[in-house]
């Protein structure tokens, strides 16, 4: 796999931050994603903020369903945009998204990356006080007019779910057909485990 390129990332993933002290790291994340994705919608970006603060651990049930899961979707993965294989979601790397597609390419080990996604889900603890501050940073770009909605779509969707325990959600359909996006979500400390060794 491509190690050298992701040497500098590595000094710093992993490191979980205090909860609300990481507000301009949540900015400076959002912007980059925003800028990504032309035709976000604001599920997607409630699902960026949820994965980066809660983890992986509703993606879960059993090993085997993550296996079978694993393996449907790379037999039906097709073509989609470039996209970077290690994508931080979280401020320090303390949660990462691992793209299917370019961990492919790099002929990563699909054996190893379920081993670590599995892990995260077990083992990330989830904070619902991260995923607040999230979304208040989410929050003042819009009323900055930094994000693609007014703030008050942004409030509303936020608000919604907030009103049902913060679930975790699916793509919108929208960035589904756009970007067709495939990935797992791991824990920033596990990614050498995917990176140190190539096959």
Request: aromatic fraction near 6%; charge should be negative; charged fraction near 20%.
């Amino acid at each position: 796999m491509h190690t050298l390129m992701l040497v500098a990332l590595l000094g710093t993933i992993g490191t979980t931050p205090p909860a609300c002290s990481t507000d301009s790291e949540w900015t400076a994340l959002i912007r980059v994603h925003v800028s990504r994705y032309p035709g976000m919608q604001a599920a997607d970006l409630y699902k960026l903020l949820h994965q980066g603060a809660m983890g992986a651990e509703h993606a879960v049930s059993s090993v085997d369903m993550a296996r079978r899961w694993m393996r449907d979707e790379i037999g039906a993965l097709g073509e989609g945009p470039p996209e970077p294989l290690v994508d931080t979601i979280a401020p320090y790397g303390s949660i990462v998204r691992i793209h299917l597609r370019p961990f492919l390419d790099a002929e990563g080990d699909v054996a190893k990356l379920l081993s670590v996604f599995v892990r995260t889900a077990r083992e990330s603890a989830g904070s619902e006080e991260a995923l607040t501050c999230a979304l208040d940073a989410a929050l003042g770009m819009a009323g900055d007019d930094a994000l693609p909605w007014p703030r008050t779509v942004l409030m509303r969707y936020i608000e919604a779910r907030r009103a049902e325990g913060y679930p975790a959600v699916h793509h919108s359909p929208e960035f589904e057909a756009l970007f067709r996006p495939a990935y797992r979500v791991v824990s920033g400390s596990l990614v050498p485990e995917l990176v140190g060794t190539g096959r």
